[in-house]
């Protein structure tokens, strides 16, 4: 196999953090990221296939917050939704405000404390095989979002239980070009919340020619997930906790005589952050699978761990997204990856 096929995973480790990226866009949707369409029905179906990026990667995790602060005064909801720092060791001011809260030990900060908690998302590239809600789209590569339920499937298809390879069961690698297999995609609402599980793994296909003309094709098309582990990718920390401040109070970080005002009126604690709107605590912390229609219909919550307050969490210097630890029922032990056919060359 020609030099291309070589892929140095411990290089890609060691500098997974290095580069420059392409600048983050504030408003708008982000027009690289494809979604499902859904009908009037509430469900959507497409062919996808996955695909590795220019430098291999077949997938990051990134962890983010979203919650929303209803405004009586304006009848509408104050959202926060933005990537965590966290993802790459950074200090976050939504998870210390996680932290301080869970620290009271009561039920009902902890209870409180659910609104802070980190989402998780995986984000990699796609081949759109077939969209029948924008037949357009078919052919093309965007990114992709997914939640950690879809992740679980995916490995289940990558990485065989023993029990299962016993059976006769025999591992698909999704991310390869010629030996892989489409993905049928399936959402459907479900007690209020849409849901993938009725997604299939369609049988192995060979989308190209040849494993030349695949990566030829992929390498011109993808977008580096690299991008996503930067610091440059992710708001300051001081605009984070301002962004927080408004979401939660309705006023600007630093208004002191304001958040004063307002603490005496509504019962703000103003050192703390945390608001006191008129309505149940339940109400309060919206769940991620609420959130507006441009945000992914399906989002992952991590369960948070204490960690000391004054010491943030370590960044993995050599670990790339797709090995870290994530939450899923088989402990997401990605190590089967180095032995598939964009590390082996």
């Not at 995973?9 to 953090?17: D, P, R, V």
């Not at 509408?76 to 060791?89: A, V």
């Not at 802070?116 to 990114?143: H, Q, W």
Request: aromatic fraction near 10%.
């Amino acid at each position: 196999m020609s030099d291309v096929f070589n892929f140095d995973f411990a290089s890609l480790q060691q500098n997974l953090q290095a580069g420059a990226i392409t600048e983050k866009k504030e408003y708008g949707p982000d027009e690289r990221f494809w979604k499902l369409s859904r009908g009037d029905d509430d469900t959507g179906t497409a062919i996808i296939r996955l695909v590795v990026d220019e430098n291999r990667v077949p997938f990051v995790k990134v962890f983010h917050h979203q919650f929303s602060v209803y405004d009586p005064s304006k009848q509408k909801k104050r959202w926060f939704i933005e990537p965590s720092p966290q993802t790459i060791g950074l200090p976050c001011p939504v998870s210390e405000e996680w932290q301080r809260l869970y620290n009271e030990g009561t039920a009902e900060a902890k209870e409180r404390a659910k609104q802070f908690s980190r989402k998780i998302k995986y984000i990699t590239n796609i081949k759109v095989i077939n969209d029948p809600a924008n037949p357009e789209n078919n052919g093309k590569y965007f990114l992709w979002e997914f939640g950690t339920k879809l992740l679980d499937k995916f490995l289940t298809v990558m990485n065989p239980t023993e029990n299962d390879r016993k059976l006769g069961v025999q591992p698909v690698e999704l991310y390869n070009p010629m030996a892989g297999a489409n993905i049928m995609l399936k959402i459907k609402k479900s007690a209020g919340f849409f849901n993938y599980d009725d997604t299939q793994i369609m049988s192995p296909t060979a989308e190209y020619e040849s494993m030349e003309s695949a990566m030829a094709e992929i390498d011109a098309n993808t977008h580096k997930l690299q991008e996503f582990l930067e610091p440059t990718y992710f708001k300051s920390y001081d605009e984070l906790k301002g962004k927080m401040h408004f979401v939660l109070t309705g006023t600007k970080l630093g208004a002191e005589t304001q958040n004063a005002q307002e603490a005496q009126s509504n019962g703000t604690d103003v050192s703390g952050m945390t608001v006191n709107t008129g309505m149940p605590p339940a109400q309060n912390a919206q769940p991620a699978q609420q959130a507006p229609v441009q945000q992914t219909p399906v989002q992952e919550t991590v369960a948070q761990q204490p960690v000391p307050e004054t010491k943030p969490a370590e960044a993995p210097k050599a670990q790339p997204a797709a090995t870290a630890k994530t939450v899923s029922s088989s402990d997401d032990d990605l190590s089967f990856l180095d032995d598939l056919w964009f590390v082996r060359g």
